[in-house]
T-cell receptor
Framework: KAGVTQTPRYLIKTRGQQVTLSCSPI?????VSWYQQTPGQGLQFLFE???????NKGNFPGRFSGRQFSNSRSEMNVSTLELGDSALYLC??????????????FGQGTRLTVV | AQSVTQLGSHVSVSEGALVLLRCNYS??????LFWYVQYPNQGLQLLLK??????LVKGINGFEAEFKKSETSFHLTKPSAHMSDAAEYFC????????????FGKGTRLSVIA
């Protein structure tokens, strides 16, 4: 079956712009989580959605937001981009909430570069 | 709250040698523990996980890990390294319910020397 699909794979934006990243989970998976990966901070949890509801949110400013649609596809948005937002953004899907009780499958990520 | 410490940001081993990647965790509740691998320009792939039961967990690609509650450790081992094992490895923890986000360590980059 198809894996987790993240689009686009690479993105270059200018400071101050906004960006939207997309994640299509594995068919049948209703939980989607987002992580930011940087060399300095490692992997940090952004938020988790299940059945179109945000269940958990990490410690990120309000410029980072997300949503989930009825078909479980999810988008995350970053407004007023800063240089420090440059990172690999990873999406993970799982059957149920939380990434512990059921296996979380990760996409290849979107590499965002802010210049 | 949970946290993970991976000892050694970079480990280098010879092909055929033992691989040992160290992970210590802190958790206020019984943990679920995981090891993920990341190849360049790829997402994360689950190697193995401990939830309950047997403390020695076997995963894919010949890797295994042992949960030691007294030492709060979950070290990853493989008896004989292959060149294809070169990658970044992440240890992660979540609460025992599995109903909380994964908290990752900083990662350990494994190099395998021919």
């Amino acid at each position: 079956k198809a894996g987790v699909t993240q689009t686009p794979r690479y993105l270059i934006k200018t400071r101050g712009q906004q960006v939207t990243l997309s994640c299509s989970p594995i068919s049948g998976h209703r939980s989607v989580s987002w992580y930011q990966q940087t060399p300095g901070q490692g992997l940090q949890f952004l938020f988790e959605y299940f059945s179109e509801t945000q269940r958990n949110k990490g410690n990120f400013p309000g410029r980072f937001s997300g949503r989930q649609f009825s078909n479980s596809r999810s988008e995350m948005n970053v407004s007023t981009l800063e240089l420090g937002d440059s990172a690999l953004y990873l999406c993970a899907s799982s059957l149920s909430p939380g990434q512990g009780s059921t296996e979380a499958f990760f996409g290849q990520g979107t590499r965002l570069t802010v210049v | 709250a949970q946290s993970v410490t991976q000892l050694g940001s970079h480990v280098s081993v010879s092909e055929g040698a033992l691989v040992l990647l160290r992970c210590n965790y802190s958790s206020s509740v019984p943990p679920y523990l995981f090891w993920y691998v990341q190849y360049p320009n790829q997402g994360l792939q689950l190697l193995l996980k401990y939830t309950t039961g047997a403390t020695l967990v076997k995963g894919i690609n010949g890797f295994e890990a042992e949960f030691k509650k007294s030492e709060t450790s979950f070290h990853l081992t493989k008896p004989s390294a292959h060149m294809s094992d070169a990658a970044e490895y992440f240890c992660a923890v979540s609460a025992y319910s599995g109903n909380t986000p994964l908290v990752f360590g900083k990662g350990t980059r494994l190099s395998v020397i021919a």
